[in-house]
Antibody, heavy 118, light 106 residues
Framework: QLVESGADLVKPGGSLRLSCAAS????????MAWIRQAPGTGLEWISF????????YYADSVKGRFIVSRDNAKNSLYLQMNSLRDEDTAIYYC?????????????WGHGTLVTVSS | DIQMTQSPSTLSASLGDRVTITCRAS??????VAWYQQKPGKAPKLLIY???TLESGVPSRISGSGSGTEFTLTISSLQPDDFATYYC????????FGQGTRVEIK
């Protein structure tokens, strides 16, 4: 199970940290990702972190502003979001890749809504 | 970046119909394609990976095919639970989703 938290209303330029708590599987054996969905639109992958945390990728839309991290001892994934823009308004999902490979996403959280507005 | 283009954007169909959704990649992604189903207010659910492998628990009326740049998702006999939005995704180079296909009741 994956459970996101950290939803909030934030002003443009502000910061927010999302968390994703994992349970029911060996978190340290799985790569993870953040995927977002703006209201009424499709899915956008924004960040990936390998099982060890040593390999990280970002979409161009968030590169330099967002930072993904994980704490395998706490079974948790994080997304630090800085310099937020109106267009970052979306539901943010954490998702699991099967085992250590960078692949599709076989389990998703319920999502947490981030609203960026003045 | 690899673009994934789905068609149609909306599909109107009746119970029992056979429906096919197409996804085209802007460059070859081999068979590194997954398909997801999403219902309103819910997270996406994995249906198919590696273009044609059915995820555990997904009904056999759902199938996927294709390789290279052309992929299809087929539902052989549409059931009430299948009215939803479907997304393709490539994972050959980073990750990209198609824009989605909404399957609605005719």
């Amino acid at each position: 199970q994956l459970v996101e938290s950290g939803a909030d209303l934030v002003k443009p330029g502000g910061s927010l940290r999302l968390s994703c708590a994992a349970s029911g599987f060996d978190f340290s054996d799985h790569s993870m990702a953040w995927i977002r969905q703006a209201p009424g639109t499709g899915l956008e992958w924004i960040s990936f972190i390998s099982h060890s945390g040593r390999t990280i990728y970002y979409a161009d839309s968030v590169k330099g502003r967002f930072i993904v991290s994980r704490d395998n001892a706490k079974n948790s994934l994080y997304l630090q979001m800085n310099s937020l823009r109106d267009e970052d308004t979306a539901i943010y999902y954490c998702a699991r890749s099967p085992l250590r490979v960078a692949a599709y996403f076989d389990s998703w959280g319920h999502g947490t809504l981030v609203t960026v507005s003045s | 970046d690899i673009q994934m283009t789905q068609s149609p954007s909306t599909l109107s169909a009746s119970l029992g119909d056979r429906v096919t959704i197409t996804c085209r990649a802007s460059q070859s992604v081999s068979t590194w394609v997954a398909w997801y189903q999403q219902k309103p207010g819910k997270a996406p659910k994995l249906l198919i990976y590696k273009a044609s492998t059915l995820e555990s628990g997904v009904p056999s009326r759902i199938s996927g095919s294709g390789s290279g740049t052309e992929f299809t998702l087929t539902i052989s006999s549409l059931q009430p639970d299948d009215f939803a939005t479907y997304y393709c995704q490539q994972y050959n180079k980073m990750w990209t989703f198609g824009q989605g296909t909404r399957v609605e009741i005719k």
